[in-house]
């Protein structure tokens, strides 16, 4: 059973728009629900995380949307870059001892 | 500082041979976790653990075992490799006591088993 339901598979973003990558969880005790950011060969990088308690994190072009009674978050990349490109990952934990991963959305920004 | 080192980055395995994916870290973290990751499959548990001389299992720990004699060790073992062991592993650390739960991740061991 998914834990954490991530979509789109992919994505295809004009360069200065917006992506918006959304996922869902069923677990309401998860309390902490990071982003991560993979590029090819390469391991997930930590992108921005939120807490239940809040309803937006914003850091520079990245902000995380969080709706608590509907159990969903979202990314949403503004000013998108081809640089972006990559394949996200959403995630949910209680405590941090384990995580659970959605199944991720490529993303490729267009010139 | 190095962050969490994998090796081998590449491997090659024929059916029913065995192999331990190494992983190790510098920044004294406590807690150290095993993923694979499958194609549109997000990544997996496989085991974790909370420090030296304490594992747990995850999500998919079949087939797999590991060990932590020591913080900045956490060595993967396949044994009797199968082809649904084909996967990108992935290990990853963080630290204990922080607000913060993110992980570091190393950059990967891709096995395929023939």
């Known amino acids: 059973q998914q834990q954490v339901k991530q979509s789109p598979q992919s994505l295809i973003v004009q360069k200065g728009g917006i992506s918006i990558i959304n996922c869902a969880y069923e677990?309401?005790?998860?309390?902490?629900f990071p982003w991560y950011q993979q590029f090819p060969g390469k391991g997930p990088a930590l992108l921005i995380a939120?807490?239940?308690?809040?309803s937006e994190k914003k850091e520079g072009r990245f902000t995380i949307s969080f709706n608590k009674s509907a159990k969903q978050f979202s990314l949403h990349i503004m000013d998108s870059q081809p640089g972006d490109s990559a394949t996200y990952f959403c995630?949910?934990?209680?405590?941090?001892?384990?995580?659970?991963f959605g199944t991720g959305t490529s993303l490729t920004v267009i010139p | 500082n190095a962050g969490v080192t994998q090796t081998p980055k590449f491997r090659i395995l024929k059916i029913g041979q065995s192999m331990t994916l190494q992983c190790a870290q510098d920044?004294?973290?406590?807690?150290m976790y095993w993923y694979r990751q499958d194609p549109g499959m997000g990544l997996k548990l496989i085991y974790y653990?909370?420090?030296?001389?304490?594992?747990d299992k995850g999500e998919v720990p079949n087939g797999y075992n590991v060990s932590r004699s020591t913080t900045e060790d956490f060595p993967l073992r396949l044994e009797l490799a199968a082809p649904s062991q084909t996967s990108v592993y992935f290990c990853?650390?963080?630290?204990?006591?922080?607000?913060?739960?993110?992980?570091?991740f190393g950059s990967g061991t891709r096995l395929t088993v023939v």
């Open positions: 920044m004294n973290h406590n807690y």
């Open positions: 939120i807490r239940p308690d809040v």
């Open positions: 653990s909370v420090g030296a001389g304490i594992t």
């Open positions: 677990n309401t005790a998860f309390d902490y």
């Open positions: 990853a650390s963080r630290k204990t006591g922080e607000a913060n739960y993110g992980y570091t």
């Open positions: 995630a949910a934990s209680r405590t941090g001892n384990q995580f659970y």
